[in-house]
Antibody
Framework: QLQLQESGPGLVEPSETLSLTCSVS??????????WAWIRQSPGEGLKWVGS???????YYNPSLKSRVTMFVDTSTNDFSLQLTSVTAADTAVYFC??????????????????????WGQGTTVTVSS | QSVLTQPPSVSGAPGQRVTIACTGS?????????VHWYQQLPGKSPKLLIS???NRPSGVPDRFSGSKSGTSASLAITGLQAEDEADYYC????????????FGTGTKVTVL
C-alpha cells in the first residue's frame, strides 16, 4: 500500500527558505503515470495547491507562488522535495504531499484536469516565526 | 480566496440526508472539468471521497454520492452517521490564473 510521509523543520525564520521532503514507500515514484504534489492548509487560505512534479522533472506551480517555489524529485531515494523561498508568516501552514495521475503518453506526461489526489501524507506543520 | 465556494456548515440528525454545494465558475466547473470531494476528519489529512464527479473509490460507503450541473457540484450524504462528522472539500481544475488545481472553502458537517 502506497504511503507518503512529509518531513522537515517545523519552524522557519522569516525571509528564509522552507524545505520539505516527501518520502514515498510501498511503490515507486518513477516509471508511472503519476504526478507528486504539495498542498498546504492554513486558516487564512484553506487548502491550496502549491505545485506538482513528474519523475522526469516536469513541474507545474501555483501562479501565486511560482516565483518562490522549486520542486525536485529523487528517484534513487524515492522521494520528492519542496523549497519555498523568502517565507513570511503567510506561509505558515500544514503542508501535505499527495499523488495524482497525469495525462500521459509514452513520450510525455502533462497535468490533467481529470484526476483526483488519491493518496495523501499525514501532513507536517510549518510555522514561520523569528 | 478560494475560487470554489461552499457553505461553512451543514448539520443533520442521524439517518437524515444532507447536501453540500460547491459553486464555481466558467473557468473551472462550468468549463466541464471534473469535481472531486475529500473528507477531512479532525487532525487528519484529506481523504478522497468522490472522484470524477460521482465515482466512489473502493471502501467509500454508497451513502456518499456526487453530482455536477452547470457551474456547481454537490455532495450528498444519505443515512447520516456520527462518523460522518468532518470537514468536506470539493476540488477541480481551473483554467484561469487561479492555479490549475483549486479547492473549495470547506464545509463542516455536524451530526446532531
Amino acid at each position: 500500500q502506497l504511503q507518503l510521509q512529509e518531513s522537515g523543520p517545523g519552524l522557519v525564520e522569516p525571509s528564509e527558505t522552507l524545505s520539505l521532503t516527501c518520502s514515498v514507500s510501498g511503490g515507486s515514484i518513477g516509471g508511472s503515470n503519476y504526478y507528486w504534489a504539495w498542498i498546504r492548509q492554513s486558516p487564512g487560505e484553506g487548502l491550496k495547491w502549491v505545485g506538482s512534479i513528474y519523475f522526469r522533472g516536469n513541474t507545474y506551480y501555483n501562479p501565486s507562488l511560482k516565483s518562490r517555489v522549486t520542486m525536485f524529485v529523487d528517484t534513487s531515494t524515492n522521494d520528492f522535495s519542496l523549497q519555498l523561498t523568502s517565507v513570511t508568516a503567510a506561509d505558515t501552514a500544514v503542508y501535505f504531499c499527495a499523488r495524482h495521475q497525469g495525462d500521459c503518453s509514452s513520450s510525455s506526461c502533462f497535468l490533467s484536469y481529470y484526476y483526483s489526489m488519491d493518496v495523501w501524507g499525514q501532513g507536517t506543520t510549518v510555522t514561520v516565526s523569528s | 480566496q478560494s475560487v470554489l465556494t461552499q457553505p461553512p456548515s451543514v448539520s443533520g440528525a442521524p439517518g437524515q440526508r444532507v447536501t453540500i454545494a460547491c459553486t464555481g465558475s466558467r473557468s473551472n466547473i462550468g468549463a466541464g472539468y471534473t469535481v472531486h470531494w475529500y473528507q477531512q476528519l479532525p487532525g487528519k489529512s484529506p481523504k478522497l471521497l468522490i472522484s470524477g464527479n460521482n465515482n466512489r473509490p473502493s471502501g467509500v460507503p454508497d451513502r456518499f454520492s456526487g453530482s455536477k450541473s452547470g457551474t456547481s457540484a454537490s455532495l450528498a450524504i444519505t443515512g447520516l452517521q456520527a462518523e460522518d462528522e468532518a470537514d468536506y472539500y470539493c476540488q477541480s481544475y481551473d483554467s484561469s490564473l487561479s492555479g490549475f488545481y483549486v479547492f473549495g472553502t470547506g464545509t463542516k458537517v455536524t451530526v446532531l
